[in-house]
């Protein structure tokens, strides 16, 4: 068993409590994989007092060089990937071809940020004065808390700590409860890649105690948090009296429509994939699958088939397809909703129950769910699940498809043959990412991660300009006269 610690300004150190977390592994309930402090204010101020104190040394290292400390990172990170992925299932429950990808992810950002250190670029505009420069420079915002969920427990940490980096911040990163072994030894690989003591600090604890001491910290220049829209809400209440830059990606209630002209074979692997991939516990899974009406019953019956097929076992065993759920409230949750469905009137068609046979009865498992007969105002429609369960809605065509609203906006995707049923899918879809024949999962970390309406707000994650580089860079406006006379914009000519 792993005994996690905090990281502050270059140490190794015990939380002032004596108090743990037991971080368990959701396949087998009883056995834990580690343990982790429980932080208060006194860890708290400690991290954040140490990340402040190596601000000004950090942003003065040039973005190249910070670059070369990344690349490094990324290299290690590379070197460890199976041990890392390892630990991410055992200790999230995915599958390991998932926890391998959750690794790979890290990797992907980790370089392409350590390039963004040859770049961070702004702009250099001509001026309406002779004599007269005018730019924009990209600075660092400060100290950063990030605050991350346990359904990537490296690939979202990962996300926000190298581009807040590169930019010259510095961090308190406050990890998941439920994933603190999986965060420790990222921010480990990270540390001993060369950065100075203070500038990636991490401190374990409750996201109630530690977490909202962060967050609320008056040292604390910006948040940067993932998780659910509930928590986000409360924090960016919080930020908005704090006078604080604070981003947040949070929960979704993602769409496939899968049109009329629609390849049937493709859609069925795709929503497999989108609605039961990670267990349903992605902020972009697929939770409704709007069929138009013309291929309902084929669509259902191969779905239905193809999902009844999946392997519930083991993450860690190459053959299983799906995994358990993080913990019993989510299970709870879960099972929850398969009522709330019932009692709605929709039709269960698959799956519904808690799984037990073998040892499934010592994890978390939920057999693949489906419901049809949906309607778009039912519960099971409109709000996050969480979990394997997928809700089939039947539609007369795209207008009626893409009417079908909710409060969220993740992600949100399309399968049809016809160029115009793509184009008006891209045109309208009220959602920050959208994907053509491909499910709502899968994103890559070139472009801007991010969601409309309840799933997120302020900067977008992951890209560059427009994305992770906003996020945690202030732009400076520059105006240079060397005219040697006073000029007058909009006056002088
Ligand atoms: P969560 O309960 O909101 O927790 C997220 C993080 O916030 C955890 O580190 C948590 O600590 C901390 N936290 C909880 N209460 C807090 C408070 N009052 N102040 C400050 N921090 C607090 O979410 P989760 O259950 O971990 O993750 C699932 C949710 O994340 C889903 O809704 C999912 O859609 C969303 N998500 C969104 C994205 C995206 O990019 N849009 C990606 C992944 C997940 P503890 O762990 O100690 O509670």
Redesign the pocket.
């Known amino acids: 068993m792993k005994k996690v610690n905090n990281y502050i300004d270059g140490s190794y150190c015990k939380a002032e409590s004596s108090k743990t977390?037991r971080s368990l592994t959701p396949a087998h309930s009883t056995v834990a994989i580690g343990t982790a402090p429980l932080s208060g204010a006194v860890d708290v101020d400690r991290a954040v007092e140490a990340a402040r104190k190596a601000f000004p040394f950090w942003r003065a290292v040039p973005a190249p060089k910070r670059g070369e400390i990344l690349y490094r990172a990324a290299e290690n990170i590379l070197k460890e990937k199976e041990e890392l992925a390892r630990i991410v299932s055992a200790e999230m429950g995915k599958i390991i071809a998932e926890g391998r990808s959750d690794v790979q992810e890290a990797i992907d950002i980790a370089y392409y940020m350590a390039g963004e250190g040859r770049r961070l670029s702004a702009e250099t505009v001509p001026s309406e004065l002779a004599g007269k420069d005018c730019k924009s420079v990209r600075e660092a915002i400060g100290v950063f808390a990030l605050?991350?969920?346990?359904?990537?427990p490296t690939a979202?940490p990962a996300w926000k700590i190298f581009p807040a980096l590169i930019a010259g911040n510095t961090i308190v990163f406050?990890?998941?409860?439920?994933t603190p072994v999986a965060a420790a030894r990222l921010a480990q690989i990270i540390n001993d890649a060369g950065l100075p003591p203070g500038v990636l600090n991490l401190v374990n604890?409750?996201?109630?105690e530690?977490?909202?001491l962060?967050?609320s910290h008056d040292d604390i220049d910006g948040i940067s948090?993932?998780?659910?829209?509930?928590?986000?809400e409360?924090?960016l209440k919080l930020s908005a009296s704090l006078t604080k830059e604070i981003s947040c990606?949070?929960?979704?209630k993602n769409p496939i429509i899968v049109m009329d002209d629609a390849r049937i074979d493709l859609a069925v692997e795709g929503a497999l994939w989108g609605a039961f991939g990670t267990a349903g516990?992605?902020?972009?899974a697929s939770s409704r699958i709007i069929v138009h009406r013309d291929i309902l019953e084929n669509f259902t019956e191969a779905f239905r088939k193809a999902a009844s097929a999946l392997k519930l076992g083991d993450p860690l065993s190459e053959d299983t397809d799906v995994g358990p759920l993080?913990n019993e409230e989510?299970m709870n949750k879960v099972l929850k909703y398969i009522e709330i469905g019932t009692s709605e009137g929709a039709s269960l068609i698959l799956g519904g129950r808690r799984a037990t046979g073998g040892s499934l009865s010592e994890g978390y498992f939920i057999e693949p769910t489906i419901f049809t007969g949906v309607r778009g105002n039912m519960r099971i429609a409109q709000e996050?699940i969480?979990g394997p369960l997928t809700a089939i809605i039947e539609v007369k065509d795209l207008e009626d498809a893409i009417a079908n609203g909710v409060d969220y906006g993740?992600a949100s995707s399309i399968y049809t043959q016809d160029v115009n049923n793509s184009a008006i899918a891209e045109r309208d879809l009220d959602a920050g990412i959208v994907y053509i024949n491909a499910p709502t999962i899968g994103a890559e970390i070139q472009l801007p991660?991010?969601?409309y309406k309840k799933?997120?707000l302020g900067h977008k994650?992951a890209g560059g300009m427009g994305g992770a580089i906003d996020m945690f860079t202030k732009l400076k406006v520059i105006y240079r006269d060397f005219s040697g006379k006073l000029q007058k914009a909009q006056m002088d000519s």
């Open positions: 977390i605050i991350t969920p346990w359904n990537f979202i406050k990890p998941s409860s439920y604890g409750s996201g109630e530690a977490g909202s962060l967050a948090f993932t998780g659910s829209s509930k928590v986000g409360g924090l990606e949070m929960g979704g516990q992605r902020c972009t993080i989510q996050e969480f993740l991660f991010g969601g799933s997120g994650e």
